[in-house]
């Protein structure tokens, strides 16, 4: 399965706000703090360590030519301009600080807030659905796209 993911930096370019849409027509929020570059990435399966989110089974989003791995890779060398990331992951989450880099997905956004304060809410729903979607946790072959606005 192929995801698509839309962004736009909102409200500041440290914080990407952006919609995800699934094969069944499903349209996710998505919040992502730390965007990585646009591109294809793969999705592998992942167990996030650490934190909150400790024992999540989920996918990590690899792309080597953006530096992107799902670990730290010891061989990589930056051709310029993609200091390696590692760890990347897609999970559940509502605010720009519970995530570094991740893309984490919702089913309601804050865009329209007063004042604008970028978060996404339903979340563990959301991250359920997307599981559903995809096979569940230690599914392969997907890949996101993510794409800046046109």
Not at 80 to 102: A, V
Request: aromatic share 8%; proline share 10%.
């Amino acid at each position: 399965m192929n995801l698509i993911n839309t962004r736009d930096t909102y409200p500041s370019p440290n914080v990407a706000q952006g919609l995800l849409v699934l094969e069944d027509g499903t349209i996710l929020e998505t919040l992502q703090r730390d965007p990585n570059p646009a591109g294809t990435y793969q999705l592998v399966p992942h167990t996030m360590k650490g934190g909150a989110l400790d024992g999540l089974e989920t996918w990590a989003m690899v792309n080597p030519d953006l530096g992107c791995f799902a670990y730290p890779n010891p061989d990589y060398v930056d051709p310029g301009g993609y200091p390696m990331r590692f760890g990347l992951c897609i999970h559940y989450g509502n605010w720009p600080q519970d995530s570094e880099g991740c893309i984490m997905v919702g089913a309601e956004n804050s865009r329209n807030t007063v004042p604008p304060s970028p978060s996404i809410g339903a979340s563990h729903g959301a991250f359920e659905h997307l599981d559903r979607e995809l096979g569940g946790a230690g599914t392969t072959g997907h890949t996101i796209t993510i794409a800046e606005p046109a």
